[in-house]
């Protein structure tokens, strides 16, 4: 589990990728932890969650506010694979006041 995520009733799950590896937390409810969980490891650094239309209702919106974290809120599909929203991005992270402590969540599936 990621570090610092006590209590968790499910094994570990290591990602091994050629970019390097992840952690992956697989539970029920676990929506409800992950806001609470970034806030602790942000430990008072700013946070910043992206998500698409479709994750914002189901987890991102939810993540933020328990995170304490602005929300940027993308639309949905290949379109949004652009230099234009990689820009509202960094304009997004660079008006919250983003710096190297901050952390930025990536809610989401293809696109986010």
Same mark, same amino acid.
């Given at each position: 589990?990621?570090?610092?995520?006590?209590?968790? *009733? /499910?094994? $570990?799950?290591?990602? +091994?990728?050629?970019? !390097? %590896?992840?952690?992956? &937390?697989?539970?029920?409810?676990?929506? #409800? *932890? /992950?806001? $609470?969980?970034?806030? +602790?490891?942000?430990? !008072? %650094?700013?946070?910043? &969650?992206?998500?698409?239309?479709?994750? #914002?209702? /189901?987890?991102?919106?939810?993540?933020?506010?328990?995170? !304490?974290?602005?929300?940027?809120?993308?639309?949905?599909?290949?379109?949004?694979?652009?230099?234009?929203?990689?820009?509202?991005?960094?304009?997004?992270?660079?008006?919250?006041?983003?710096?190297?402590?901050?952390?930025?969540?990536?809610?989401?599936?293809?696109?986010?």
């Amino acid at each position: 589990m990621p570090r610092g995520w006590a209590g968790s *009733r /499910v094994p $570990e799950l290591r990602v +091994e990728a050629s970019t !390097g %590896s992840y952690e992956v &937390v697989i539970e029920p409810g676990v929506v #409800a *932890r /992950v806001g $609470e969980w970034v806030r +602790e490891q942000a430990r !008072g %650094s700013r946070v910043l &969650v992206v998500c698409d239309h479709n994750t #914002a209702e /189901v987890a991102g919106s939810r993540i933020a506010v328990e995170a !304490g974290a602005q929300v940027l809120e993308l639309d949905t599909g290949e379109k949004v694979k652009s230099f234009e929203h990689l820009q509202a991005v960094c304009d997004t992270a660079a008006a919250a006041g983003l710096d190297r402590q901050s952390i930025i969540v990536a809610v989401g599936g293809g696109v986010v």
